[in-house]
């Protein structure tokens, strides 16, 4: 489709200083912005939409059901039941919980949040939302029980999502309106990323890296578009949860239009279990998932001495029992290793908080978004810096996570010159592009994981390897990668 033809391709990589700069090179095309016609509701009055699921507790035996039904708040119920080979399990019922908020000029629909608990582990479950013809169906297949040697496979996505897709969607949207047949609904087949992620199939739930919907883009913060965006993940979101994380997206803090509460439409829309970690704030947290353990960070709330934040990491860290999840993997938006001009350095303050934490607790993997393009360290850490000694400089350390940065990569800024060089010896791989990843843990020693990139109509794997868990098994990782 000449819609999707915007990539030029020159394979030949060059080593730098560091590791390999790839040399591939999106090409520059404009952001158009969408109408919202684009995301219609379901059919029928009153129809739920917007439907997401999120893991509800500390170990993934309850899911939080999230729907929004937009003119009144009833029905307000999910129906679900066990998928057993095809067959009905018993049915049950449950009503959610209803909030709703305003924006400026703004009102939000009826959102509804219902957790289900006390599920099977690895049991496919059927809901239910609506009723007579607007019932909407899905489904969702629970985590094995959390233990050291359980394989699953997350996929890992940046904010690429809504606003990569613009361009993309609106000439679909062209096509439409020029060839007058066709379903609107069918342009949500347009995303690359999302529908890379999608069609990849292995992925059983998504660890989302922050920036969601981009409504702050837009005058007034127009919060239809968390309403859009919200329909447009739904054919996975709905299917597997997604672990949030909240970026600068979320914050939505526009006192010049006297909206002073930070993260107001990201928390009414988007519940997490932050109080089964005994967090006081949905913005950190940790859960379980088979043999991984997850912290996630935020990146814009107070993380100084004393705050919250930092309280709540100092006691969790210990928490982590390698012995049952052997995978620590931590989730933040601003990244700690950034050798792109972009947004270069605004993870530091962070990263001076509590490196010597991640590396003293041997975290295996930091993922984090926010800069539009992919970057993979080394085994590194800076912490030995104090204001005086003069060692500041990034070094190999096996106790060290690998730090990976998955935001957006392309737009109109012209990517390609956004690298600093020449590239720092602490990076590993680096590429002005975007795509998803995805984490195959295997056991509590190996993981194998590789970066898509999206390349015209096709994913391909543009950086594979290994990662060896910290604890179980802490040796170097071959730099295998291909590009
Ligand atoms: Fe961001």
Redesign the pocket.
């Given at each position: 489709m000449w819609v999707l033809i915007f990539f030029w391709l020159h394979y030949a990589a060059r080593l730098c200083n560091g590791g390999v700069t790839s040399s591939y090179i999106r090409k520059p095309r404009a952001s158009v912005d969408l109408p919202l016609e684009l995301f219609p509701s379901p059919l029928g009055f009153n129809a739920p939409e917007q439907v997401h699921i999120t893991q509800g507790d500390r170990v993934g035996r309850s899911m939080i059901i999230s729907w929004v039904t937009p003119i009144k708040p009833y029905p307000n119920e999910v129906t679900y039941w066990e998928d057993i080979n095809g067959k009905h399990g018993h049915k049950h019922k449950i009503s959610a919980k209803i909030t709703s908020y305003r924006y400026y000029n703004y009102t939000s629909g009826f959102i509804h949040h219902a957790t289900v608990r006390r599920l099977k582990y690895d049991t496919k479950y059927i809901y239910e939302l609506g009723k007579h013809n607007t019932t909407r169906r899905f489904h969702f297949t629970t985590p094995p029980q959390v233990g050291p040697d359980v394989p699953y496979t997350f996929g890992v996505m940046g904010?690429q999502i809504y606003s990569r897709v613009n361009s993309i969607m609106y000439s679909l949207y062209l096509q439409f309106m020029l060839m007058y047949l066709g379903d609107l609904g069918q342009t949500y087949d347009s995303n690359q990323t999302f529908e890379h992620y999608v069609a990849n199939r292995k992925g059983q739930a998504v660890l989302f890296l922050?920036?969601l919907s981009y409504a702050d883009d837009y005058e007034f913060h127009d919060n239809r578009r968390w309403d859009s965006w919200a329909k447009f993940v739904e054919k996975s979101v709905a299917y597997q949860p997604w672990i949030w994380t909240a970026?600068?997206?979320e914050l939505d803090y526009a006192p010049e239009i006297e909206e002073n509460t930070p993260f107001k439409p990201y928390m009414h829309r988007y519940h997490v279990p932050y109080k089964a970690s005994q967090s006081t704030s949905p913005l950190w947290y940790s859960i379980k998932r088979a043999s991984a353990y997850i912290i996630v960070l935020s990146s814009y709330s107070a993380y100084g001495t004393y705050t919250p934040q930092y309280n709540w990491l100092q006691q969790e860290l210990p928490k982590v029992n390698r012995a049952e999840t052997p995978w620590l993997i931590v989730l933040l938006?601003?990244p700690w290793y950034n050798s792109n001009n972009y947004?270069y350095m605004e993870g530091e303050s962070m990263r001076v908080m509590f490196e010597s934490w991640f590396v003293q607790n041997k975290v295996d993997l930091v993922f984090a978004?926010?800069?539009h393009s992919y970057e993979r360290s080394e085994r590194i850490s800076n912490t030995k810096y104090n204001i005086t000694n003069n060692l500041g400089t990034p070094m190999k350390d096996a106790s060290a996570p690998v730090y990976i940065t998955i935001?957006d990569g392309g737009n109109i800024e012209g990517l390609a010159n956004n690298f600093s060089e020449p590239q720092p010896s602490y990076s590993a791989f680096r590429e002005a592009s975007f795509g998803h990843a995805i984490l195959e843990i295997k056991n509590r020693t190996h993981a194998f994981y590789s970066w898509y990139r999206n390349h015209e109509n096709e994913p391909i794997a543009a950086d594979s390897t290994w990662f060896y868990n910290r604890y179980w098994y802490p040796h170097e990782e071959p730099s295998s990668t291909k590009n």
């Open positions: 904010e922050g920036d970026g600068n997206h938006h601003s947004h978004g926010h800069v935001g």
